[in-house]
C-alpha cells in the first residue's frame, strides 16, 4: 500500500505563488510516477501535471504550462507542486496520485490518491 498527504493549500491573491508538497510512504516512491490533479465544485477531476519515476519527463495541462512546475524528491519521498501566477480559475481542491509505470493524464490510471488540499485563488 502507498499512503499520500498533500500539504501546503490555502487562499491567495491572482497573481500569487503557493508550493504544494506530497509526502508518500508506504512503498519505494522512487519507482512511482506521480501526478497532480485538481477537482473544482461541480466539475470533474482534471489533469494538472505528471512527472515520471525519474523526474526525466514532465507533462503539464495547457492552462498551466509556465506557470506551475512538478518535481520529487525521491530522497525525501515527496512530490512538489510550484504554483505562480495564480488566477481565480485555478481554484480547486489538489490531488497528488501515484502509479506503477510511466506517468499518464488520466486520473483513472493512477492507483493511489491523497486525500486533496484546497487551494483558492481571489481576485
Known amino acids: 500500500q502507498v499512503q499520500l498527504e498533500e500539504s501546503g493549500g490555502g487562499l491567495v491573491q491572482a497573481g500569487g505563488s503557493l508550493r504544494l508538497s506530497c509526502a508518500v510512504s508506504?512503498?519505494?516512491?522512487?519507482?512511482?510516477?506521480m501526478g497532480w490533479f485538481r477537482q473544482a465544485p461541480g466539475k470533474e477531476r482534471e489533469f494538472v501535471a505528471a512527472?515520471?519515476?525519474?523526474?526525466?519527463?514532465?507533462y503539464y495541462a495547457d492552462s498551466v504550462k509556465g506557470r506551475f512546475t512538478i518535481s520529487r524528491d525521491n530522497a525525501k519521498n515527496t512530490l512538489y507542486l510550484q504554483m505562480n501566477s495564480l488566477r481565480p480559475e485555478d481554484t480547486a481542491v489538489y490531488y497528488c496520485?501515484?502509479?506503477?509505470?510511466?506517468?499518464?493524464?488520466?486520473?483513472?490510471?493512477?492507483?493511489?490518491w491523497g486525500q486533496g488540499t484546497q487551494v483558492t485563488v481571489s481576485s
Open positions: 508506504g512503498r519505494t516512491f522512487s519507482s512511482y510516477a
Open positions: 496520485a501515484a502509479r506503477g509505470g510511466v506517468a499518464a493524464q488520466r486520473p483513472t490510471s493512477y492507483d493511489y
Open positions: 512527472i515520471n519515476w525519474n523526474s526525466g519527463r514532465t
